[in-house]
């Protein structure tokens, strides 16, 4: 069984920045994605980034490019969210995700079948 645990969220001002990070443990070959979702009180939950772990591929939601970057270290099975440039906007519960995935749906959660417990980021203005 996959098993992904979360870390680094927390409480930043407009502007600043934080990295999450998502270890992953349990046989690798179950997945080929790893993502990051997020999701706000009252809001549905929305795909931030994900990586394709084989070759690197990244991918990002259009109201974070430019400011997120997703990266892997397949040595340590863990994924990164480096978050710059944050939004009050930017404020949810932050999920990490793996699961067999293809590219063009990479942000669509049902596609995915492991989740961690999330990590909150809170961005004051």
């Known amino acids: 069984q996959v098993q992904l645990v979360e870390s680094g969220g927390g409480s930043v001002q407009a502007g600043g920045s934080l990295r999450l990070s998502c270890a992953a443990s349990?046989?690798?070959?179950?997945?080929?994605?790893m993502g990051w979702f997020r999701q706000a009180p009252g809001k549905e939950r929305e795909g931030v980034a994900a990586v394709y772990t084989t070759l690197g591929t990244t991918y990002y939601a259009d109201s974070v490019k430019g400011r997120f970057t997703i990266s892997r270290d397949n040595a340590k099975n863990t994924v990164y969210l480096q978050m710059n440039s944050l939004k009050p906007e930017d404020t949810a519960m932050y999920y990490c995700?793996?699961?067999?995935?293809?590219?063009?749906?990479?942000?669509?959660?049902?596609?995915?079948?492991?989740w961690g417990q999330g990590t909150q980021v809170t961005v004051s203005s």
């Open positions: 349990g046989p690798t070959w179950r997945y080929n994605f």
């Open positions: 995700a793996a699961g067999p995935v293809s590219s063009s749906s990479w942000y669509n959660g049902a596609r995915y079948n492991y």
